[in-house]
């Protein structure tokens, strides 16, 4: 089992950072794919980025490429999500997910462990 825990979330206006953090802990967490997704209110869940469980290959949604940047220590099982230029249409729960694979994919269906979501608000 895998048990994720992300963290900071918070509000921040148009054109400021934020940088969540997706604690792991479990088995062999430092080699697990991890995906950050992320659902706005009345909205499905969408892709945002994923990093493969040795860091080498990430994807990100179009949408955030050049915004935001995925990476991992996998010493501290820890995966980082630094977004930068955030705009209003980025409000929205973000969630961590870890794949039992080391590879990743941007589809929800590939993940099999899901954080609890922390809440990002950009206002205008």
């Known amino acids: 089992q895998v048990h994720l825990v992300e963290s900071g979330g918070g509000l921040v206006q148009a054109g400021g950072s934020l940088r969540l953090s997706c604690a792991a802990s479990g088995r062999t967490v430092s080699m697990t794919a991890t995906g950050w997704f992320r659902q706005a209110r009345g909205k499905g869940r969408e892709f945002v980025a994923a990093?493969?469980?040795?860091?080498?290959?990430?994807y990100y949604a179009d949408f955030v490429k050049g915004r935001f940047s995925i990476s991992r220590d996998n010493a501290k099982n820890l995966v980082f999500l630094q977004m930068n230029s955030l705009n209003p249409a980025d409000t929205a729960v973000y969630y961590c997910a870890a794949s039992r694979s080391v590879y990743p994919a941007t589809t929800d269906s590939h993940y099999d462990y899901w954080g609890q979501g922390t809440q990002v608000t950009v206002s205008s």
């Open positions: 990093v493969s469980g040795y860091g080498g290959t990430t």
